[in-house]
Antibody, heavy 120, light 106 residues
Framework: QVQLQESGPGLVKPSQTLSLTCTVS??????????WSWIRQPAGKGLEWIGRIQSNGNTNYKSSLEGRVTISIDTSKNQFSLKLSSVTAADTAMYYCVRGRSSGWYPDPWGQGTRVIVSS | EIVLTQSPDFLSAAPEEKVIITCRASQSIGSSLHWYQQKPDQSPKLLIK???QSFSGVPSRFSGSGSGTDFTLTINSLEAEDAATYYC?????????FGGGTKVEI
C-alpha cells in the first residue's frame, strides 16, 4: 500500500523559499500511471491545488502560483518536492502531497500533511 | 477556472437522519467529480470517485450521484463518526479545484 510523507521546515521567513519533500513508500514513483501533486489548506479554510508532476518530469501548475512554484521529482530517492518562492503570510497552510492517476485523476492517497508558517 | 459551489456550508442533523450535500460546477464537468471527508487534524479521505463510484472500504451509507454541473453526496442513516467537513473536487480541467466545504454536525 502506497504511503506518502511530507517533510520540511515548519517556519519560513517572508520573501524566502518554502521547500518541502514528499517521500513515497510502498510503490515506485517512476510509474507512468500517476501524477504526484501538492495541495494546501490554510487553517480553517478550504483546499487549494498547487500543481503536479509525472515521472517523466511533465508538470502542471496553478496559474496564479506559476512563476513562484516548482515541483520536481527524484526517482532515485522515490521523492518529489515543492519549492515556493517569495512567500508571504498568505502561503501559511497545511501542505499535503498526494498521488493521482494519470488516466482519470482523483487524489488518493494523501500524506498526513505538514504545517508551514510564514513569519519573521 | 471551474468553480465548485457547495451547499449548505453547514448542517446539523440527528443520528439516523438522511443528509444531502450538493455541489454545483460553473460549467459541465461530465462525471469528473469526487467527494472527500475531512475530520479535524486529519487529511482528506476519498469517499466517492467519478460522481457515483464508491471508493474501497467506504461505508455503504455514503453515495454520490449527478453529472454535468449538478452533483449530490448522500449520507443515509447518519452516524456520530460522520461528523466532518465534506469537499467536492473536480478533475475535468486544470486548474483542479475544490468546493468550499460543508461542515456536518451530528
Amino acid at each position: 500500500q502506497v504511503q506518502l510523507q511530507e517533510s520540511g521546515p515548519g517556519l519560513v521567513k517572508p520573501s524566502q523559499t518554502l521547500s518541502l519533500t514528499c517521500t513515497v513508500s510502498g510503490g515506485s514513483i517512476s510509474s507512468g500511471s500517476y501524477y504526484w501533486s501538492w495541495i494546501r489548506q490554510p487553517a480553517g479554510k478550504g483546499l487549494e491545488w498547487i500543481g503536479r508532476i509525472q515521472s517523466n518530469g511533465n508538470t502542471n501548475y496553478k496559474s496564479s502560483l506559476e512563476g513562484r512554484v516548482t515541483i520536481s521529482i527524484d526517482t532515485s530517492k522515490n521523492q518529489f518536492s515543492l519549492k515556493l518562492s517569495s512567500v508571504t503570510a498568505a502561503d501559511t497552510a497545511m501542505y499535503y502531497c498526494v498521488r493521482g492517476r494519470s488516466s482519470g485523476w482523483y487524489p488518493d492517497p494523501w500524506g498526513q500533511g505538514t504545517r508551514v508558517i510564514v513569519s519573521s | 477556472e471551474i468553480v465548485l459551489t457547495q451547499s449548505p456550508d453547514f448542517l446539523s442533523a440527528a443520528p439516523e437522519e438522511k443528509v444531502i450535500i450538493t455541489c454545483r460546477a460553473s460549467q459541465s464537468i461530465g462525471s469528473s467529480l469526487h467527494w472527500y471527508q475531512q475530520k479535524p487534524d486529519q487529511s482528506p479521505k476519498l469517499l466517492i470517485k467519478f460522481a457515483s463510484q464508491s471508493f474501497s472500504g467506504v461505508p455503504s451509507r455514503f453515495s454520490g450521484s449527478g453529472s454535468g454541473t449538478d452533483f449530490t453526496l448522500t449520507i443515509n442513516s447518519l452516524e456520530a463518526e460522520d461528523a466532518a467537513t465534506y469537499y467536492c473536487h473536480q478533475s475535468a480541467s486544470l486548474p483542479l479545484t475544490f468546493g468550499g466545504g460543508t461542515k456536518v454536525e451530528i
